[in-house]
């Protein structure tokens, strides 16, 4: 959408001379971005006006303040997206998952307040589709079965797994309650949610994987 804009302010035959955001950090995340934008626009004498920030940009010096405004902007969002990631990465040293759980759980989030401040808490439970997965564990430690009959098998069961992501799932140790993130860089934690296997069955699925995996690689 906010490329369809630039291109109807540029072409446009009813001559488009502003565009006006609330403020110059909702016309772009990205400093560098804004003000490459901002100056092709003001080539064909279109200005962006930030309600909250008025300046004339027609003049050296209003063109500054706004370039520092959209610098400034970029700075304040690096930091909130810092805040972010740090708070991400303290819920899961906790033992709390941060995004969507995985196929086969249920997801709630409780808000409680104490005072002042709000906290929410997560509370992650196996689902119906869950208990299927479960199934697929098992099949493949116990029984050994390859991923196609598993597939096969949970598809007359009722869930419908594509080749794709039967690997994703038997490789995600979510299932045995470990969380896995790319901000824990390369560490793993303990979750607080509720398992779906017990972490010697994840261990020998995959041992399972591995060994045909290799088998395969040999064979070729």
Known sequence: EFNRMLKFARRSQEKVSLIMVYSVDRFSRSGANAIYIADELRKENIKIFAVTQPSDTFTATGKMQQNMQF???EYDNDLRREKCKAG?????????????APLGYNQIT???????TLSE??????????????????????DRLSNTEIIHKLKSLGLVISKQKMPEILANPFYCGILSHSLLEGEVSEGTHEKL??????LKVNDIVQERSSYSQKKE
Do not use: P
């Open 71 to 73: 610098i400034f902007s």
């Open 88 to 100: 991400m990465k303290e819920m899961l040293l906790n033992g709390y998952w941060c995004t969507k």
């Open 110 to 116: 409780r808000r409680k307040r104490e005072n002042t």
């Open 121 to 142: 808490k997560q509370i992650i439970t196996v689902n119906e589709t869950g208990n299927l997965i479960r199934k697929a564990f098992y099949w493949k430690a116990k």
């Open 197 to 202: 296997i017990s972490e010697g069955i994840f």
